[in-house]
């Protein structure tokens, strides 16, 4: 049995008990396990953590861990000095979303947003990571385990439990209030919206509707039509207020 020194930093610290939140503390290990491993063992799922710092060395989650190690760890957003550092949450080739069946009303936001976003509201674990991995998806949950299968590379545990609150977290967390594209994608299934004439929308959308409005948007996947009614202010209100949203970069220096 090796034993080694570990502080996480952040709001890693979400994942621990009272006990050993924002304090260093051992722990016991068997064996030649990498960082990874005891970080999971831990508590904290790896698709949160984006820099792991060995002795005052950046590391990978490959580091073996050896007796008398002091391993400290950090989320997005904790600007870390020192050099050079290895970050580990790097960014998928795409904002592209898969959510547990638990945010479906954050699937609904981040589509309004105009971002890729699979959901359903029956889908059991397993298919989940597996679409995470195939697609290159980040994955959205509540589920710490579920983040923790090896198979998830892209992740992040929502904290917020309000849904506005959340699509904040999101657009926070990757960074993607420039890449907002509003009214893009359908809200029912995901597809992409296009413009749409009255006469092509004639029939599909009450008599009233036709007369009321002049731009339409046709979903090119199911066939939904949408115009801009009482709810388009209320969408643009929640946009203005993501926009607003600030940022909360800190800088730490390790063992500090």
């Given amino acids: 049995m090796n034993t080694l020194t570990m502080r ?58 050896r007796a008398g190690d002091l391993i400290e760890v950090f989320p997005v957003g904790v600007a870390v000095t020192l050099t050079p550092m290895r970050h580990l949450c790097l960014a998928p080739p795409a904002p592209r979303f898969v959510l547990d069946v638990h945010l479906g009303r954050l699937a609904a936001y981040l589509r309004l ?14 298919v989940l990571a597996r679409i995470a991995h195939d697609e290159e998806r980040i994955l959205l949950t509540r589920d710490v385990g579920l983040l923790k299968r090896g198979a998830v590379i892209y992740g992040a545990f929502i904290r917020e439990t309000q849904p506005e609150r959340q699509a904040a977290e999101v657009m926070r967390r ?31 959308v009450p008599e ?23 709810h388009y202010q209320r969408m643009q209100g929640l946009i203005a207020r993501l926009r607003a949203e600030p940022t909360d970069d800190t800088a730490t220096t390790p063992g500090g």
């Fill in 174 to 204: 990757f960074r993607l209030l420039g890449a907002v594209r509003p009214f893009a994608r359908c809200l029912s299934c995901n597809g992409l919206l296009a413009p749409a004439a009255r006469t092509a929308v004639a029939g599909r």
């Fill in 113 to 126: 947003l105009g971002f890729d976003t699979r959901y359903a509201n029956a889908c059991d674990d397993d």
């Fill in 208 to 230: 009233r509707i036709l007369t009321e409005f002049d731009r339409f948007q046709v979903c090119g996947a199911c066939g939904k039509v949408f115009w801009p009614g009482s």
């Fill in 8 to 65: 996480f930093h952040g709001n890693l610290n979400d994942f621990l008990p009272y006990a050993r939140r924002e304090r260093a503390f051992a722990v016991s290990v068997e064996g030649r396990p990498a960082v990874k491993d005891v970080i999971e063992a831990v508590g904290v799922p790896h698709p949160d953590v984006d820099m792991i710092v060995a002795n005052d060395v950046s590391v990978d989650f490959r580091y073996i861990v």
